[in-house]
């Protein structure tokens, strides 16, 4: 094995040291505490271990958290006029309603009802369009995370060939929009992308965002390139159950310069930049700067 392995545990632990060190500074010189509500609906098991974690670690870094779970019968009227509240409630800077919704709520019309400078997910329609503008927007935390392990491993990503594998508005495209603000030649490769192992291997940054196992072998690879993995998917194994990447791991360490596993590589980041999405958002609603580097 050659590749550097991104252990995107210690990173995230280092990101909620800064967040946590700017909260202490907001508290003691302006009085401010940054607060995160996070809404749920229903009792999916995955969402509530999610929403669990999140009010976990929002305390953890000194923040407020305020979490709203409601009854999965909720009606559309009655969510919006929570998020109503929320969006004139000025000790709350940052909401976040957990997807998926049920069924009956309509998460397009939920979503663009947040305030946009309360959209610490960054799937509001106006932070998506500032962000394809190459405006100041609330960006999504999981190519944020990937953006911020990109910039510690190479430092300036000016010029790099970069592709990313999949085209979702929550992983994909905001990706490949913040690949291209930093001056990286971006490619979108997707289901329909013809010979994508040519189009692979012509990466100096490869972003896997999928969610088809171990799709993404070895000779895919540039030798030297910087790896992100972000898929997430559950197999067996040797009759155990197993979490792993869109990228054939042991393949493409042998020959990438730089790879994050999975477990332990982009997932840990997500939350954390939730966190560091919150505390722009606290800065920027008191026009107050922002913390460095935690932001796009
Ligand atoms: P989506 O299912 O929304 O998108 C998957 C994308 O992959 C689509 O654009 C699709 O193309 C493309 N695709 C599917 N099959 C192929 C193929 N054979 N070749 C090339 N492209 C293909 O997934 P998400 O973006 O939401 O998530 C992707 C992965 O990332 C999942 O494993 C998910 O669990 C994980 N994830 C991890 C997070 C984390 O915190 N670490 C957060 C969010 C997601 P097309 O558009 O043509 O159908």
Partial sequence: MSARIIDGKAFAAQVREKVAAHVARLKEVQGI??????VLVGDDPASEVYVRNKGKQTLEVGMNSYEHKLPAETSEAELLALI???NADP???GILVQLPLPGHLNSDLVINSIDPAKDVDGFHISNVGLLGTGQKAMVPCTPLGCLMMLRDQLGSLSGLNAVVVGRSNIVGKPMAQLLLGDSCTVTIAHSRTKDLAAVCRRADILVAA???AEMIPGDWIKPGATVIDVGINRIE???KKKLVGDVH???????AGAITPVPGGVGPMTIACLLANTVTACC????LREPEGLTA
């Fill in 91 to 93: 000790e709350v800077h």
């Fill in 84 to 86: 109503e509240r929320l």
């Fill in 249 to 255: 791991f042991e393949s493409a360490a042998a020959v």
């Fill in 33 to 38: 505490t940054p607060g995160l509500a996070v």
């Fill in 237 to 239: 194994r040797g009759g």
């Fill in 210 to 212: 999928v969610g088809r």
């Fill in 284 to 287: 920027r609603a008191n026009g």
